[in-house]
Each structure stands twice: as structure tokens, then as C-alpha cells.
């Protein structure tokens, strides 16, 4: 990696170790949802920053993908599990990084998913594969009483580029990639009270453009053009032109054009925890940018 990637890199991940902190800080009880993420997606725009994807904040039994509606009238409820999940860009280069804020009294599964990421973190240098970092990411959570979630993973980072390989899993694995000196990726470990699966919910606020067609619809193409400056990283509905946006949004998903993410939940009732840095790694072990 050349020394100017590697200094955005770690000047990405600084930007968002900052805005990490200074957002978890405004997730309190009564506090507005939308205004708290419109808050730390501004902070990051302050910094001379992007946002490599809309602030992610998940409640609960929600793992990941969900962010603020234009309207959305949700405060933050005592008892409640926050996910914060973050991702900010310097020309393109990514920091990822996530952190749950507990409004209940779940210490224990806090500190399941944010002990499994220090294991994990603790045996990257080159040589050592994926499936092992997993199989670290298992023993933490799974010897405080809970469930890694199986079907999440952590995930490779290239420019413009949320997700590429490796996949880094969150249970032990044969095999697997192999680490090599300059891989930059992110360590994402969610821990849960329920199933250890997640499932597709119906609201979807988080799309990214897959593909370029030719759009008939004119709002469609207004979608297409305002989100041209993404260079295909996702985008929120709450970003987009106008407010009559769901027939151009089904026609570009429909055309193939856009993808969404709908939230992921494991079972209603359940508890969720998430823990995530952005690595990269280095001969004798690895540098990480969002500490």
C-alpha cells in the first residue's frame, strides 16, 4: 500500500473515532432519532469528510441497516440497544466503525461483542486466515452466555468500496482468506440474545446504485443524477430530491438499477450488540485506523 492510501486511511479512520465518540454522547434517553443521525452525518460533513454510507443507527433486536426517515419520529427509550454504525471517506478511502450504546442494562452483551473484536484484532498479521479470526469471535461472545450472529460478516474496504473481500465471519470457519501485509478491512462482531440468524424486515431507507441504464421515468433519473457523486457507495432515502419517491425507487430497483438494504433483525425480543474497527495489516500485526 502506498504511503499516501495508507495516511487517508488513517486520516478516514481518526475523522471517525471523533465523530464515534462525539455521536455516542448525543444517544440518550427522550433524544430525537432523526435529529441525533442528521447531527453526526453533519459532524462528519464538518470535518471535510464523506459519509462512505448513511449512519447506520439499529435498536434492539435490529442488527444493522437502519438509519432516520424523512419524518421519523422514533426517541431513543429507556432500555433500549443502539447500534451506531459509521463509515467516513477521504477520496474514497474508508473507515468503518460501530459501537453500542446501552440505555438498559446490558453491560454483559456489550462487552461480548467489543471483547470479541480485541481477540480478533489480536491475532491479524499475515498468514492467519479469516476463519481463524472467527473462531476468536465465537469463543468471546459464546462464553458469555450468547450468540455471534452467522450470517453477518466483516468484510474487505477499497476505494469507494464497502464491501469486498475477505469476508471476515463472526463464527469459526475451515480455511478461509489469508491475511496479507496491506489488506485493509473491518472486524465487525455482533453479539445476540436471540437466534444468532438475521432476517430481512420490511423497511428499507438505504439503496446503492448497481448499474447504469437508461431511465424513461424523469424522477428516476433525478434519483440516478443527484446520487452520481457517490461513485456507487449507498445512499438514504432522506438524502434524495423531492418527497414522492416510491415509484421512482421500485422502477430503478425493479430496472435493476438500485439495491437495497432492508434492516436486518435477529427474532423480535432479542438483543443485539455490535463492536467494529477498520484494519489494516501491517508485517508484525496490524494498524487500527478507528481506534
Known amino acids: 500500500m502506498k504511503d499516501e492510501i495508507f495516511d ?19 444517544i440518550r434517553v427522550g433524544a430525537s432519532f432523526l435529529e441525533v443521525v442528521e447531527f453526526i452525518e453533519d459532524l462528519v460533513k464538518s470535518r471535510d469528510a464523506g459519509l462512505a454510507f ?9 442488527a444493522a441497516h437502519d438509519t432516520a426517515s424523512f419524518c421519523d419520529d422514533r426517541v431513543f427509550c429507556r432500555g433500549d440497544l443502539v447500534k451506531l454504525d ?28 467489543r471483547e470479541a473484536l480485541n481477540s480478533a484484532i ?11 479470526l472467527g473462531a476468536a469471535i465465537q469463543k468471546e461472545i459464546e462464553s458469555r452466555g450468547f450468540k455471534p450472529i452467522g450470517n ?22 475451515s480455511g478461509g482468506a489469508v491475511l496479507e501485509e496491506g489488506m485493509a478491512f473491518a472486524i465487525e ?4 440474545t436471540g437466534s444468532g440468524r438475521v432476517s430481512e424486515k420490511p423497511r428499507t431507507e438505504i439503496f446503492q446504485q448497481i448499474s447504469i441504464k437508461p431511465v424513461r421515468l424523469a424522477t428516476a433519473r433525478r434519483i440516478v443524477e443527484s ?65
Open 86 to 113: 459509521l463509515g467516513v471517506h477521504l477520496d474514497g478511502y474508508i473507515a468503518d466503525t460501530a459501537i453500542t450504546i446501552d440505555l438498559g442494562d446490558n453491560a454483559l452483551l456489550v462487552e461480548a461483542s
Open 189 to 192: 462482531p455482533f453479539a445476540s
Open 227 to 291: 446520487v452520481r457523486d457517490r461513485h456507487g457507495m449507498p445512499f438514504s432515502r432522506r438524502w434524495l430530491p423531492g418527497d414522492k419517491l416510491d415509484i421512482p425507487i421500485t422502477t430503478l430497483l425493479r430496472a435493476g438499477i438500485l439495491h437495497g438494504y432492508p434492516v436486518l433483525a435477529d427474532i423480535p425480543g432479542s438483543l443485539v450488540s455490535q463492536a467494529e474497527h477498520t484494519l489494516i495489516v501491517q508485517e508484525d500485526g496490524c494498524t487500527i485506523t478507528t481506534a
Open 152 to 173: 453477518l460478516t466483516g468484510h474487505g474496504l477499497g476505494r469507494y468500496a464497502i464491501h469486498t473481500p475477505p469476508n471476515v465471519p463472526n463464527i469459526g470457519i
Open 122 to 132: 489480536r491475532e491479524v498479521r499475515p498468514g492467519v486466515t479469516t476463519g481463524e
Open 8 to 26: 487517508l486511511y488513517c486520516e478516514a479512520g481518526k475523522i471517525a473515532s471523533e465523530v464515534r465518540a462525539a455521536g455516542a454522547r448525543e
Open 54 to 62: 448513511p449512519l447506520n443507527v439499529s435498536l434492539n433486536e435490529d
